[in-house]
Each structure stands twice: as C-alpha cells, then as structure tokens.
T-cell receptor, first 117, second 109 residues
Framework: GAVVSQHPSRVICKSGTSVKIECRSLDFQATTMFWYRQFPKQSLMLMATSNEGSKATYEQGVEKDKFLINHASLTLSTLTVTSAHPEDSSFYIC?????????????FGSGTRLTVV | GQNIDQPTEMTATEGAIVQINCTYQ??????LFWYQQHAGEAPTFLSY??LDGLEEKGRFSSFLSRSKGYSYLLLKELQMKDSASYLC??????????WGAGTKLIIKP
C-alpha cells in the first residue's frame, strides 16, 4: 500500500528559530499533499493543501508567511515553521492520497511533534 | 456548513462489542472513512464506505446509510490495544476530507 514518510518525528527548537518538516510519498506520486496540525485531545485541523509546482492553498486563519510550504516534486512537500513561538508547539501531520486508489483514503506520515521552548 | 458528529468518549470492556456512531452533514458525499489514532501517533486507515450497507473486515465492521447521513464502526472481541481515538471522515463533493473530532475509546479489563 501507499507509504508516506515524514521527518523529523520530534524536534525541540528555541523560540524565534525556524523548523523544516519533510513529507515524502515513497511508492506513489502525490500531486497534492495535506498538512494538518493537531493539538492535544483535539481532532486534526487542516492547515494547507500543498500542490506540486504551484502555490499552496491555506485554510482560513493559517498564516502563509509563517507556515511556508514547498512542493517541489511529485514525492516531496516541506513545511517550514518560521520564527517559531511556544504556541506553535503541536503535532504536525502530513498526508497524501494515491489518486489511483480512492478507497485507500489518505495515507498519513508518522507526524512531527514540535516543541518550541 | 459541514458537520460531522461523533461521541467524545466511550468506555467498553475487554472482550465485549462496541459501536461508535457518526452522523454527517456535508456538501456532497463521496465516501466515508474510519481511522484509528493512538495517542501521539498519526491516524491509520480502517475502512472506507461509499455504498449503503455493512463492510466487514476482521474484528472491525463499518456501516453506512447515505439517506440518513449515518455510519457506525463496530468493534468486536475488544482488546486492550483497541484503546485509541476513532475518527470519522467524509469526502465531500470536491473530495475534500472533512474530519469529525474523534471518539476516544477506553477499554477496561
């Protein structure tokens, strides 16, 4: 089945620094990838839709200058949290769908636990 | 607006059966998913229903009624490892995945 690799799995950074998270589809091409954020005991919140070769589409309330998304190839999307602050500490998860197989739904990366100190 | 409702938390006993319900109101419908998510981990796919009826997969079954905007996930022979959150999600008319808030299932010995 479809596999999505995400790393790092955990990162601790200082306030004001930037952190890059990578999401790769390993055995399929993903023209579209999705970035989610999940706070403790809450459901997934879609942050943005990453489109290969074009600009990402951000959900309302998500700052595109703070959460930079680059989808440079059919298998790689990156999310950069710029000038991170403690309130950005969260679980970030990427997902992609193999468009050839609708019934498989979205395959998720393993997630990145970001802690900003 | 788009809305998916499921209970916040449920408790069941090891070896028993539990049914987790999900109701949805979305702009269009192209299928409903159930995902399992253990604490601190990403969700994993359990099932996909696009037609009415029951889909059985081992200890887990998923049911869909499109006319009622209703689905349930049935877990049989509960094991302690089934303690997790169960997320209901619906593909709307644009194949955007709309997520429910999840149901935390607690299994007691």
């Amino acid at each position: 089945g479809a596999v999505v690799s995400q790393h790092p799995s955990r990162v601790i950074c200082k306030s004001g620094t930037s952190v890059k998270i990578e999401c790769r589809s390993l055995d399929f091409q993903a023209t579209t990838m999705f970035w989610y954020r999940q706070f403790p005991k809450q459901s997934l919140m879609l942050m943005a839709t990453s489109n290969e070769g074009s600009k990402a589409t951000y959900e309302q309330g998500v700052e595109k200058d703070k959460f930079l998304i680059n989808h440079a190839s059919l298998t790689l999307s990156t999310l950069t949290v710029t000038s991170a602050h403690p309130e950005d500490s969260s679980f970030y998860i990427c997902s992609a769908r193999d468009t050839q197989v609708v019934a498989d739904g979205y395959t998720f990366g393993s997630g990145t636990r970001l802690t900003v100190v | 607006g788009q809305n998916i409702d499921q209970p916040t938390e449920m408790t069941a006993t090891e070896g028993a059966i539990v049914q987790i319900n999900c109701t949805y109101q979305t702009s269009g419908f192209n299928g409903l998913f159930w995902y399992q998510q253990h604490a601190g981990e990403a969700p994993t796919f359990l099932s996909y229903n696009v037609l009415d009826g029951l889909e059985e997969k081992g200890r887990f079954s998923s049911f869909l009624s499109r006319s009622k905007g209703y689905s349930y996930l049935l877990l049989k022979e509960l094991q302690m490892k089934d303690s997790a959150s169960y997320l209901c999600a619906v593909y709307d008319s644009n194949y955007q995945l709309i997520w429910g808030a999840g149901t935390k299932l607690i299994i007691k010995p």
